[in-house]
């Protein structure tokens, strides 16, 4: 057995800024159902093809009127106009009013030809053919114009803007039933190691579940990306390159594991021989073997095998570069000022993230061991600590990034 | 046309609580596949049915040894140990050891038996049958013990957790790749209005295109819950109690608009027919005709029918109240602090619920009218200025929710 030693580690950022240089936008389009696109990222600029609202129409329950025809109306002076008829919200009339006259509407309603504003229902008293009006208003009052929310010929919505709700609404409300929007980024995840045995099976002496398939591709589904699941990559040089080559139909390909040095030695002469590796060891911790690499345009993440590590590195890394490329905005972590519940050794040298669980205002760390899944699962949220600080004493105020 | 005035508007805070009191969280379960459940709300206690990991292994790549035979080992001074084979991650073997041997182990190997501890590969030299240590270990060093991160019998996880990707990763852990949650609440969205049309179908003559089932429907589903889109609700009672009491097979309902006095009085009717109103009319701006009651065991929401009322609405009574179904964690909007970027004058006596957009750290107001679905939709955040505020002055601070 040979061991091939880390040459470098880099920095954090270093690595981070290396994946990012790497990362280019989605360019593939779908269409999609309108109604299943919030959150999803428009792939082309909406321009209105017609007014909205189309038409004049009355923002209140009461009756449109030539609005010179109120002027002077008061409390005991009350204007009195001839009713000429009711127009319903969504009805077709071609009611017109003259001077002195009006027409009940609803709200939403059509504007009767030459009517320019509305009198609220509750500034008036109907009697049976004529209205009393005890309130003047100017014109255009109460009235929403054509066009007044959107105009034709707008670009009300641009290529590449996130669809929340309110721009769902936009889409509805030019009758836009279907939508093109940018593909969700596809991320290949294998895992590797002799020891792992894929979840629903009977668990054999000697061997683990499958973790990190799991919880990178639950990050994965909930961060705007499709996650592929693959079966457990052979440990031998052969059956590694055709897994690898296979996985390559992603946008992203992660491996998790490689636990051992033969394996991972395995995974580093694939990657060299059918791509380039970037970087392999970083200053973090957990994580320190975390490997990328390039295969053409494919960009490929070796993560450790030890479940809180694989995580927390996909947290690290493979988040901001799944979420770039699936144009999607950089999450962002709820903080939280905690002062931690006891004195914590950190490593030197690396860039540590610290899972805590927050209690009372104590940021109390749960991290047991990189192995251990219940590093992260108890956890409420993580601490980044400088690979510059070595000690972090009891008592002392925290920020605590929340996983949600 | 006979209209029904508001009896008594009452204080948002109130009409929340009232919701609030009404809403129950859901108790129907669903079992699905764990690499779907990301985000859902488990509906039963897991209690582990096998340590995990479920033997004592190897934390490092190195050698087994008993931790005794390294003591006083030292850079010049190493001890030399006699190999007695390789262990493989994933591998079964008997082999064991006595003083004076150890065994090469790959990280995630199953311990040989009668070994304590790791030393790991750097810190030894190996010739061809035997090793030099060249630093001691302690017992239990670099070994992850049975049951160290998951005890057999402990309960890890518990009814009504959320299922982020790290609880994800304990249900891998157990090999479970089915799992018990709380089913999503239903929310069946009922448009109603005359004026209203479909999205996908052509606009006619004095009509607008259904904009309130699409906003609401898309929040309903960014935030864990199912949303039934049903027809347009006819506006005769007959009709209107048919679409109502046909939608009672979700979990909540809501009405959006019922734009016109006439249509509105309908909807009451048949609510109060078959069922409760519990308000109508709330201190709110935009959103003062909201409605709520109960038909049976069923909440009913009553929302107005423009655009931007109906949505600022929804987030405002519909969220907490499908969230809290759910059994989901209250949404907490980012709050960023920004000066408002000119004098704003609001209503005294109502909460209003500006919208904005964040520029330079200005907040604009982007507010045109509650029809327009623009007013939400170009928006980033919103403002709550409170019911006893009627004027914000240019340049005052004010905090911002944003929508996401």
Redesign the interface.
Known sequence: ?K?R?FERLIPIEDAIGIVESKIKPIDRREKIP???A??RILARDIEAH?D????NRS?M?GYAVIAEDTFGAGQFDPKVLRIKG?V?????TDVEIDRGECV?V?????MPKNSDAVVV??STE?EKDTVNIFEPVHPKENV?NAG???KEGEV??KDGE?????????????????IEVYEKPKIGILPT?????P???P?????????????????V??NGGK?N?YEIVGDRFEDAKRSIEKALENDIILLSGG????ERDILIDVINEIGEILFHGVQIKPGLPTLFGMIGDKPIFGMP?Y?TSC?INAYVFLLPAMRKMARLPRK?Y?RIKANISRRFVSTLGRTQFLTVKVQDGKAIPVF??S????S????DGFIEIDYSVNLIEKGEEVLVNL??
């Open positions: 057995m061991t030693p309108t109604d299943l919030v959150y017609f909205v609202p189309p038409f923002a329950d009711y319903h919200a969504g009805e077709v009940e609803a709200t939403g309603a059509r229902v509750e109907g929403s007044g929310d959107i009300i919505l996130l669809l929340d709700p309110g721009k769902i609404g936009v889409l509805a409300s030019l009758g836009i039933g279907e190691g002799d020891e792992v045995c979840i629903g099976m668990l054999k002496e000697g061997k683990v579940y499958d973790v990190n398939s799991h919880t990178v591709s639950a990050l589904r909930s996650a699941l636990s051992s040095v033969g095998g479940p995580l962002e709820t047991k061991e192995g251990a899944i219940t992260v699962s108890n956890s996983w949600q």
